[in-house]
């Protein structure tokens, strides 16, 4: 069955970089999009940045363009986020999921998030 | 503020019917992105309900039911139990803005 593991997360400083990676099986990793999706505590869902199944092709959320940069790995079946320049209010649980075109992209299957804490 | 509108909470009985409302604008919903609606358990990560509009994905009961018109959609679920408690979220595209937007979400409270 899909399975999506992400990994990565911890507290880290205003300004510092963190790496987070999400292990996908049980699926055609390279036939999918991917997505990034994250959830302040007690807060609602907040899109972050997709990637195309090849990986020449990503999106931004304007929270996040020109810090955060999605890639992925289709021999390792991984996929990425590096975060540089992280501020308080990128605090959150940072889900990745698969991401399915029906006039417009949705996140069909979640994996369990990893936490990212931001203070100083 | 959320681009997609929804009521921060909705409640009903057991056995009785609510709907949940999610409304966009001409540049999400209204341009004819699809809707897709989220169910999150207390504790639990997100889960896929309603893709589509009004498509359910293999396992979700069919209690529940997805509509749109216009820049709106609604969630509709029927002979509510009490684990349905949950929040849920709506999803779009939203074409000014190259983005997935989100609904703020909707506490459903079972009486």
């Known amino acids: 069955q899909v399975q999506l593991v992400e990994s990565g997360g911890g507290l880290v400083k205003p300004g510092e970089s963190l790496r987070l990676s999400c292990a996908a099986s049980?699926?055609?990793?390279?036939?999918?999009?991917m997505t990034w999706i994250r959830q302040a505590p007690g807060g609602g869902l907040e899109w972050l940045s997709y990637?195309?199944?090849?990986?020449?092709?990503?999106y931004y959320a304007d929270s996040v363009k020109g810090r955060f940069t999605i890639s992925r790995d289709n021999v390792k079946n991984l996929l990425f986020l590096q975060m540089n320049s992280l501020r308080a209010e990128d605090t959150a649980v940072y889900y990745c999921?698969?991401?399915?075109?029906?006039?417009?992209?949705?996140?069909?299957?979640w994996g369990q998030g990893t936490l990212v804490a931001v203070s100083s | 503020q959320s681009v997609l509108t929804q009521p921060p909470s909705v409640s009903g009985a057991p056995g009785q019917r609510v709907t949940i409302s999610c409304t966009g604008s001409?540049?999400?919903?209204?341009?004819?992105?699809?809707v897709h609606w989220y169910q999150q358990l207390p504790g639990t990560v997100p889960k896929l309900l309603i893709y589509?509009?009004?498509n359910r994905p293999s396992g979700v009961p069919d209690r529940f039911s997805g509509s749109k018109s216009g820049t709106s959609t609604s969630l509709a679920i029927t002979g509510l139990q009490a684990e349905d408690e949950a929040d849920y979220y709506c999803?779009?595209?939203?074409?000014?803005?190259?983005?997935?937007?989100f609904g703020g979400g909707t506490k459903l409270t079972v009486l």
């Open positions: 999803q779009s595209y939203d074409n000014d803005l190259s983005a997935w937007v």
């Open positions: 990637i195309s199944n090849i990986g020449n092709t990503m």
């Open positions: 589509g509009n009004s």
């Open positions: 001409n540049s999400n919903i209204g341009a004819g992105f699809d």
């Open positions: 049980g699926f055609t990793f390279s036939d999918y999009y």
């Open positions: 999921a698969t991401a399915t075109y029906s006039s417009g992209y949705y996140a069909g299957y």
